[in-house]
């Protein structure tokens, strides 16, 4: 229990004292959650929630719908949690309207992870940019199966028009967990860039997303 620990092994006071990077993702997490369940603290409450989820970005990108399957979080809990996770979102996508999206390619992998990594079937989207890369739309194009999603080269150039982009990012998630582009990946970055080229808009990279990881195809070449 919480209250048994010394002051300076409580979360709370432990983030006060030596800042939130101090902490493990328990111990956020029990920041956020403050109680415990009956007959579980909120450490132990938070340890299991992370196993449960498979880790603290597992358990952000459930959503509020799917943490509705874990014991212990109730309405609101899963709203303060679901709040976290789109201050994050904004936070990022802040960023990337302020300045060239490549300045932080790290910031680029960590919102298309946010927003991708745990949907339970492919989708596929664009990062709409401005002439000096800037981001100014991201839009969900295309969702699919499990296993596969139908992308529709005259569909993006249609979106790319529309906004007046002069350049895009475009991505899709993997729910397999494999981020290995597919030849069918390589194929698709290939025609989707000799289309968009003929209008004047320039394809900067295809990314795989999964939880783990996330692949640029220009890293490879193929962009």
Not at 86 to 105: D, K
Request: glycine share 8%; charged share 20%; net charge positive.
């Amino acid at each position: 229990m919480i209250k048994t620990l010394p002051p300076t092994l409580r979360p709370r006071e432990k983030l006060l004292a030596q800042g939130a990077g101090s902490l493990a993702d328990a111990e956020l997490l029990a920041v956020l959650l403050r109680t415990g369940v009956k007959g579980e603290g909120v450490l132990a409450l938070a340890h299991r929630l992370l196993d449960h989820s498979g880790g603290l970005s597992a358990l952000l990108q459930q959503g509020t719908g799917g943490l509705t399957r874990l014991k212990g979080l109730g309405p609101a809990r899963r709203a303060e949690l679901g709040a976290v996770m789109e201050l994050a979102r904004r936070s990022l996508n802040q960023g990337l309207r302020e300045e060239p999206v490549f300045a932080t390619p790290q910031r680029v992998k960590e919102y298309l992870q946010l927003h991708l990594a745990h949907q339970p079937h492919e989708v596929f989207c664009a990062l709409f940019l401005d002439a000096q890369h800037r981001l100014i739309h991201m839009e969900d194009l295309f969702r699919g199966t499990l296993t596969h999603t139908s992308v529709y080269p005259r569909e993006v150039v249609k979106r790319a028009l529309w906004h007046n982009a002069g350049a895009l990012v475009v991505a899709h998630n993997h729910p397999s967990g494999v981020a290995e582009p597919s030849s069918a990946d390589e194929h698709l970055t290939r025609v989707l860039k000799d289309a968009l080229s003929l209008v004047e808009v320039r394809l900067l990279d295809q990314f795989i997303v999964t939880p783990q990881q996330v692949t640029s195809l220009a890293e490879r070449g193929w962009a």
